[in-house]
């Protein structure tokens, strides 16, 4: 692997971080209602999506109008520290889960209809992660404390109905370190995390780890050192079988239930991943939205731009970034050929 492209990779990540917090807010209806977004969602019907922000803002978007629903605080009297780290709608699309760094941290529920708080899952640290299980029932929830390799992190997987905790995984060994994504399999029996140099897929009936899927560290050699490929982002396809994970230079396509690893697209350090409908293409989102094809690994589209966060919509005809400041991008993917199956690894 290449020492430059890794630290372009670096580079490319730190400059989109400190954009993150400091890109120029556009507005809705005042300059403060919009900060940066760090995350998006949309609802399961496709009528309208979600953006988190920092601020502890959350902005329901109607679709067809691409205008504000509504805005609202996260977190009331809180909103100067607290950051909308990730979203996610349950399956029936009533409710919007929320991950947010609220003093220890914090999974919300929230009513997107109005805004109203429905329930708090207590995090204790940085609540970086959210992901609803396909059957609604269960949410699962990940958090970090600390940086890079002396950081701790856990997930949590509650009963959504009683608020009960039905397991915990804490650092697992160093599997759980930095969590910065998680995602169920469509048919609910794998959850797939994203950490600290590599994916964790576990068996939701044991919650014992399936896999641990490496994402190789860059040895640099000549400065006795080893940099790590810390895993930003999970993504199961539609259709449940393959695993798409980011890290620091590369997007690898993986057969969730085998642990083979499909394909390997070169990509400079995805933050965030995303399937169409139909399980053709990824969106990527790094310095703006890539789409690749999955069967060949070919950069189909690039939408330039300042993106780390990307939604593809339900019915495929929309993807959703973060844009500038606080206005969130629509671009229009290329359509997609009817089937595709990705290319074996070599």
């Known amino acids: 692997m290449c020492l430059h492209k890794k630290i372009i ?19 809705v209806s005042s300059q403060e209602d919009q900060r940066p977004i760090r995350s998006i969602a949309w609802k399961p019907d496709g009528t309208e999506f979600a953006t988190g922000h920092t601020g502890g803002k959350v902005t329901i978007w ?44 914090s999974v919300r529920l929230l009513d997107p ?13 940085l609540s970086t992660a959210v992901a609803w299980s396909p059957d609604g029932s ?11 390799s002396i950081s701790e992190g856990w997930v949590r997987v509650w009963d959504v109905a009683t608020g009960q905790v039905v397991a915990e995984i804490v650092n697992g060994g160093g599997d759980t370190s930095n969590v910065s994504d998680l ?21 939701t009936a044991t919650w014992e780890t ?18 790590t490929n810390s895993v930003s982002a999970v993504a199961w396809s539609p ?15 993986w057969d969730g239930f085998s642990g083979e690893l499909l394909a390997t697209f070169d990509n400079i350090s995805p933050r965030s991943l995303a399937w169409n409908p139909s399980g053709t293409q990824l969106a990527s989102a790094i310095l ?27 019915d495929g005809t929309q993807i959703a970034y973060d844009g500038d400041g606080g206005m969130p991008g629509i671009v229009t993917p290329p359509t997609p050929a009817p089937t595709s199956t990705p290319t074996p690894h070599r």
């Open 288 to 314: 703006g939205v890539q789409i690749w094809d999955v069967a060949t690994g070919q950069l189909l589209e690039e939408f330039p731009g300042l993106a780390g966060v990307v939604a593809w919509s339900p």
């Open 113 to 125: 209809a109005t805004g109203a708080l429905l329930a708090t899952f207590d995090a204790e640290t």
């Open 138 to 148: 269960l949410l699962a929830g990940g958090a970090s404390r600390g940086l890079g």
């Open 239 to 253: 259709q449940g079988s393959r695993l798409a994970t980011g890290d620091g230079d590369t997007i690898r396509i």
């Open 62 to 105: 109607d679709a067809a109008t691409r205008q504000p629903r509504l805005t609202f605080d996260v977190a009331p009297g809180h909103t100067q520290a607290l950051v909308v780290f990730s979203l996610d709608w349950s399956p029936d699309g009533g409710t919007l889960a929320a991950a947010a760094s609220l003093g220890g941290g």
């Open 9 to 27: 990779g670096c580079v490319i990540v730190l400059v989109v971080l400190i954009a993150g917090e400091f890109w120029p807010a556009h507005t």
């Open 210 to 227: 399936v896999f641990t899927l490496e994402h190789p560290a860059t040895r640099l050699d000549h400065l006795g050192l080893e940099a």
């Open 183 to 203: 995602a169920w399999s469509a048919d609910g029996s794998r959850l797939a995390c994203a950490s600290l140099n590599w994916a964790v897929i576990w068996d």
